[in-house]
């Protein structure tokens, strides 16, 4: 297969390409309902696309929101099956000022294909539609298909939660497949094996019932925004630099061995990463380099904090109340749930007397991480193996992406997170872009993939 | 002269209170534009009740704001001077719906006059002209007078500085006689000695060069607000709650055995005091009363903070900067400038390498005290003897009075504090009023203060 897929690229390379210039050109942006016609025409754009590609049942699933494209090839109920999920809108555009060449009207320049959603992810949603096809053509599509491609992905997938419960029959699936990650680097393929969950939380610390005058009572009366401060502190252990929150820990999975010996390979480049930042040192979890700080170690972050007066100018409050949204990332085998009680429980407990305190749940995710020893890697990174001449490399994200915690609770499905766009594409920022080199590397490897990944289950 | 302003008052009561009421009846509300002729005919009220009362050379002076109003009597070059200060305008009535009587439509419940300016400053600034009165009919004036009525006091007296700057001559005096403070009880008569000043800085603490996502970053990039709060937290040692800012004590007087002692006399009810506040326990510097805390002892207070995204919701976001305001009180001898100075130093100290800091300084003001062994101590206790029949309480108020900072520097002259209103007053707040009692007990206190002063001053 590997020759023919080359060859099958070589012959269409052009038409591909001109394909997803036309799908690219519709302003396909979920946030904003102006562009509601435009995400509905390129919801039918991608239906017609799976149509002309082979796949069957192709329908637009109305939701409450924007269409999820339905479509798969069934070929035998004993053979495994795939399912592809990517979406079709895309992040809006602004600001459009700082855009060389208009968002919507994509442009090939250095090899590379600018327009908003050339990488994320309309590009690398179409390399399945086109390794399909390739394998429709060539008749070896070695497994049953599924394709949900879905509209809201930049908007939350609220709607995917719903389409999701409501078809699990309809969905029933081996493997889903995604390609909404990056990889390390044209030479250094990669595939993403974990992301981090999330709890958030957010607190009000009450002092007096009323905003005081600091000069009456400043000195006596303790001040929530100082409180706030102190008990934020002592959430982090100032030498360690680990969680302080009695039982964060006790869930938490170490790396093996043979993981850290993979992170450890990942080329990085440390002076780099501070200068592109701007900062003169990194500040982690001791004992962990910077790459496991930001992937495989929960963290504990203030994303924002509010108290008395942040106008212009000076007020000599000494206000009522202080508030704090808190983040906590988390690793496998941590839970959202547990984790956001536990920091609840002993926040109450460092609240001074003086002082209340009111915690509040925002969502959570659940942390993922892909096992290695699974046949799906394996197939995945023979796949890799096959077009980059060399073995992928296993990273985890920092992030969260929260459907893949969904297609596992509901679908009992595991992802393999095949990306081929570049952490240097821009993706959500001006000038997106997505090199020609990567969408057709993806055409090339997906149809490796399912070949590894039939030959390795019928074993 | 004792008997004499008293029958003198018994005589004229029902005058003052009427003449009193019609001034209140003017919305001088300096803050506010729409306002500006009601202020402007406030002044010119004054002006009259000066000129009836006995005043010469009197005028409506004008700054680049509201106006001063000035008027003298100038008896005789060898005596001492009192320069009267005051003010004539008052604060917005908001929340006007709080009110159970229209601010500007005075009317007397209970033996008070409820109105907005009725003890601050109208009604106690009126006292002083009734006394002048009194002491013009009677023939007993022992010294001479200067008034110096201001209305623009609710606004940060910015143009009094520059009017006092440029008549240094015309204001030339021995002592400024102020009521705009309150007193313990209409049985408990004090004086405030103390006032404590101010250093406010601000300060953003900027870690990485933009805001980052908090899933791919956290744990190896430093959050400036995690950072912000480490910083604030450091400030205040937890256990003695002492500021930890080197130097920062260097010229703290201890309050003499005298003063603590009278301290200790002040009625104080702590149990009401934290039941009004809503709080269970106060937390000030150990080793100090509420009291003390409260207004003899300096503080740090963080007046404002602001970080990341502090809207409605959840946002991820590791942002690029912390920032926050933070003002700490000081206590004869600190100096505003010094101390603002180590703060900074110290906090630059503090920062991690991990980030930059800025501090800048917004306004400061120079802690006062009033000496009890002056003669316009000795004075003002004697005068408040002979109409309370008992000697009046120093204390010390833990705000800040800028304008008494600036009579001392500019024109060289200690300023006693003789205030007759009660922290009941509801002052800057709906439903302001000022007791008929404290009303006519401040005009016959005045005089005797006058009189006390040149005698002393002549021995």
């Given at each position: ?45 991608v ?11 192709v ?15 069934l070929?035998?109920p ?41 990488c ?9 539609v ?80 009323r ?40 869930d ?69 109340k ?39 749940f ?82 090339e ?15």
């Amino acid at each position: 297969m590997k020759e023919e897929v080359k060859e099958y690229i070589g012959q269409n390379k052009d038409r591909f390409v001109n394909e997803l210039l036309d799908l690219l050109r519709i302003p396909s942006v979920s946030a904003d309902p102006q562009y509601k016609n435009d995400v509905a025409r390129a919801a039918e754009y991608v239906k017609g696309q799976l149509i002309a590609a082979g796949a069957e049942h192709v329908e637009v699933c109305k939701t409450d929101g924007h269409p999820i494209v339905y479509g798969d090839k069934l070929i035998d109920p004993k053979l495994p099956t795939v399912l592809v999920y990517g979406h079709y809108d895309v992040q809006p555009a602004d600001p459009i000022d700082l855009w060389t060449s208009p968002p919507f009207e994509p442009v090939i320049k250095d090899e590379k294909i600018f327009a908003r959603g050339s990488c994320d992810d309309k590009g690398q949603m179409y390399m399945h539609v086109k390794a399909f096809e390739f394998m429709m053509k060539n008749n070896s599509l070695p497994c049953n298909v599924k394709f949900m491609i879905e509209g809201e992905e930049e908007v939350g997938s609220v709607n995917l939660g719903i389409f999701v419960k409501a078809n699990k029959e309809k969905l029933k699936s081996d493997v889903c497949l995604i390609s909404d990650t990056s990889m390390l680097a044209n030479d250094i393929p990669s595939i993403t094996v974990g992301l981090r969950g999330l709890a958030y939380v957010e607190v009000e610390l009450v002092g007096p019932n009323r905003d005081l005058h600091s000069g009456t009572y400043g000195g006596a009366v303790s001040n929530p925004i100082n409180a706030l401060c102190d008990m934020i502190s002592s959430l982090i252990d100032p030498v360690t630099r680990k969680i302080t929150i009695p039982g964060f820990y006790d869930d938490v999975e170490d790396i093996s061995a043979e993981e850290k010996k993979a992170i450890s390979e990942i080329p990085f480049d440390e002076v780099e990463y501070k200068r592109e930042l701007g900062i003169k040192e990194t500040r982690g979890e001791k004992g962990y380099s910077i790459i496991e700080q930001a992937s495989t170690r929960p963290t504990l972050d203030v994303n924002g904090i509010k108290g008395g007066y942040i106008g212009e100018g000076a007020k000599t409050v000494l206000p009522s109340k202080a508030s704090a949204k808190i983040s906590m990332r988390l690793v496998p085998n941590q839970k959202s749930e547990k984790i956001a009680h536990l920091f609840a429980e002993h926040f109450k407990k460092i609240t001074p007397p003086s002082m209340t305190v009111k915690v509040d749940f925002h969502h959570g995710g659940e942390p993922v991480v892909v096992p290695m020893d699974c046949i799906e890697y394996q197939a995945a990174s023979m796949a890799y193996e096959d077009t980059f001449g060399k073995k992928p490399l296993p990273v985890r994200a920092g992030g969260s992406i929260p459907i893949v915690a969904l297609f596992e609770n509901e679908l009992g499905v595991k992802s393999m997170m095949m990306g081929f766009g570049l952490d240097t594409d821009n993706i959500h920022s001006p000038n997106e872009n997505f090199g020609i080199f990567n969408f057709l590397k993806g055409i090339e490897t997906l149809p490796l993939f399912y070949k590894h990944y039939a030959d390795l289950k019928k074993k």
